[in-house]
């Protein structure tokens, strides 16, 4: 399992857009890069995940270069809400064999 | 949907004593994963449940760690004796899983925080 650098924490203010990059120079042909949120007290929540080019949803874009290397999730317009930590995961997370290997993620600080 | 049910949400213990945490994960999920989350660092699987058999448990200390998901439903995760180091919080996953299926997300309950004193 691939693993992933990303910085330990940001701070941002309300409305900007934040985009956090995670490296992950060995990630394999099969491996998918997938990002999770965390509240205090709650537990991780998935926000997005993809192969390569970008993906979009309601709550952000996935960025990820022609080489996989690294990728960058980007969330528009953040609010106080947004605060929270970051993860980023890289694994072949198929039905059978999914496993998730957490960094120590990024501590995103939104302020007003 | 419900989601993932845990309980308890808090347990405070001493050392050497005995605690079980339970786990009812989303109807029809086939996986089911327990994680470890010590303060300030991510997530740390301990094992994982394909049905009612383990997948992977190669990061759980068997020596006092054990767990089980005997119907292939709900799991309880138990550690006897603690110890002071396992305070943490303990996360409990699902996926729907399956032999055919892709990248899976996976669902987490609010997790079971521990003290050992």
């Known amino acids: 399992l691939a693993k992933t650098t990303q910085p330990i924490s940001m701070d941002s203010y309300e409305g900007q857009e934040v985009n956090i990059t995670c490296s992950h120079n060995?990630?394999?042909?099969?491996?998918?890069i997938t990002w999770y949120q965390q509240f205090p007290s709650q537990g991780p929540r998935f926000i997005i995940q993809g192969y390569k080019t970008k993906v979009t949803n309601e709550v952000a874009s996935l960025f990820i270069p022609a080489d996989r290397k690294s990728s960058t999730l980007s969330l528009p317009r953040v609010s106080l809400s947004d605060t929270a930590v970051y993860y980023c995961l890289v694994g072949e997370v198929s039905g059978n064999t999914g496993k998730l290997i957490f960094g120590q993620g990024t501590t995103l600080q939104v302020k007003p | 949907e419900a989601g993932v049910a845990q309980s308890p949400r808090y347990k405070i213990i001493e050392k050497r004593q005995s605690v079980a945490f339970w786990c009812n994960p989303i109807?029809?999920?086939?996986?089911l994963y327990w994680y470890q989350q010590i303060l300030g660092q991510g997530p740390k699987l301990l094992i994982q449940f394909q049905n009612n058999g383990v997948v992977d448990d190669s990061q759980l200390p068997k020596d006092r760690f054990s767990a089980e998901r005997l119907k292939g439903v709900d799991s309880t995760l138990k550690i006897q004796p603690a110890k002071l180091e396992d305070s943490a919080v303990y996360l409990c996953?699902?996926?729907?899983?399956?032999?055919?299926?892709?990248?899976?997300?996976?669902?987490f309950g609010p997790g079971t925080r521990l003290t050992v004193l």
């Open positions: 109807s029809g999920h086939a996986t």
């Open positions: 060995n990630i394999a042909t099969n491996d998918y």
């Open positions: 996953a699902s996926t729907p899983g399956g032999v055919l299926a892709g990248p899976d997300t996976q669902y």
